[in-house]
């Protein structure tokens, strides 16, 4: 069943609110499985500036890779990083005895998504054009960087109903896996 744009604006809300560390905007996501299934549909909202940053990053490595091969082992590697966090997850949160609260874990963390590409995009952009010194650039993508994963510690930490330090080693697991899918994906380019 299609999303209605109601339905993505309550759990942007709810995703909005989780940024401002208001665990109140779990109340806004659909918790259901059929809540969790849908929020993947946050990988179509954030694709378009997915797509930019990945041209930013790769504009000077690609070289002489054909095209068709960077959108194949881009678009797999996409895919990909969608699933392996909430696949992982669900094996942690049974092993944590959280499978209860694992459907609302998966739709907050994919609904903030779309908040963290909406802060990080512009700041990313930014700092490529050079208009910016290297120094400020650098620490302004550092910066948002360590808001996104204190945020994304938030959610997992709200969403789970878990203690500080093992929301924390769940963003390790995500950046862990991240950084391989990544490092992986451009191996083959």
Known sequence: MPLTA???LTALTGAYRLARFDRSGMDLIDRTPEGA???FYAAV???P???LLLAIRLWDQVGDTPLLQVLTVESIAYVVSWTAFPLALHRI???MGKAERYPGAVAAYNWSSVIQMTVYLPVMVL???GLLPAFLAEGLVFGVMMAMLTYQWFVLRTALDLSGLAAAALVMVDLFLSATITDFADGLL
């Open 37 to 39: 299934l849908a929020s």
């Open 45 to 47: 909202v954030v694709l």
């Open 127 to 129: 700092s490529a054009t």
């Open 93 to 95: 949160a049974l092993l």
């Open 6 to 8: 109601a339905a993505i």
């Open 49 to 51: 500036g997915y797509a």
